[in-house]
């Protein structure tokens, strides 16, 4: 199997570079959440203590949507706020997310993921250097082409995250098993 980070045939190549990182991050999120029943993906580690599955596919969904808002170059519609937010909830932490299916979240996600795709269609390599502002708490500024490379990171990084709570689920379950 040959690896490459390409885009599609109409994108330019820096932006299909970039759009193809994010797109092998996209498809990695499917295959290791692949099989996830109900449970797993809302169990959120022993004790309760961390992020669920769920959680962390919408907070990467959201992002992800966010930084397709920056490259249209405009304002986040509100009902996309609604539908898809908020980033955080009043305590600072991801928002609880429990009994949405793992299908409808990927679904979800994907929508973004095809947003961004036609976007990236019509972005340019000279467009990479618009700079644009992002953050939660205090605004910071990036240039699109590290917010194309963001998005790949962050789904990785949190894809992470996922793996270690599905070890823990696994291993929650064989020890009730042998109980």
């Known amino acids: 199997m040959l690896y490459d980070l390409q885009g599609e045939g109409n994108m330019s ?3 299909g570079m970039l759009y193809g990182a994010v797109r092998e991050n996209s498809e990695r999120l499917k295959s290791i959440t692949e099989g996830m029943s109900q449970e797993e993906v809302d169990y959120k580690g022993p004790g309760g203590h961390y992020n669920s599955a769920a959680q962390l596919i919408k907070h990467i969904t959201y992002v ?4 397709v808002y920056r490259i249209k170059g405009v304002a ?4 996309l706020k609604h539908e898809y937010g908020p980033m955080i909830d009043e305590h600072n932490k991801l928002p609880m997310v429990r009994g949405i299916s793992l299908d409808t979240l990927l679904s979800k996600y994907e929508v973004v993921f095809n947003l961004l795709k036609d976007d990236c269609s ?6 990479l250097d618009r700079i644009v502002t992002f953050g939660h708490e205090d605004e910071k500024q990036a240039t699109l082409r590290w917010g194309l490379w963001h998005m ?3 789904n990785r990084y949190h894809q992470a995250h996922i793996n270690q709570i599905r070890k823990w689920y696994s291993e929650q379950r064989r020890g009730m098993e042998h109980e």
């Open 13 to 15: 190549t820096i932006v």
């Open 64 to 67: 992800d949507l966010n930084w």
């Open 76 to 79: 986040l519609p509100p009902s």
């Open 122 to 127: 019509q972005l340019t390599d000279v467009e």
């Open 152 to 154: 790949a990171d962050h």
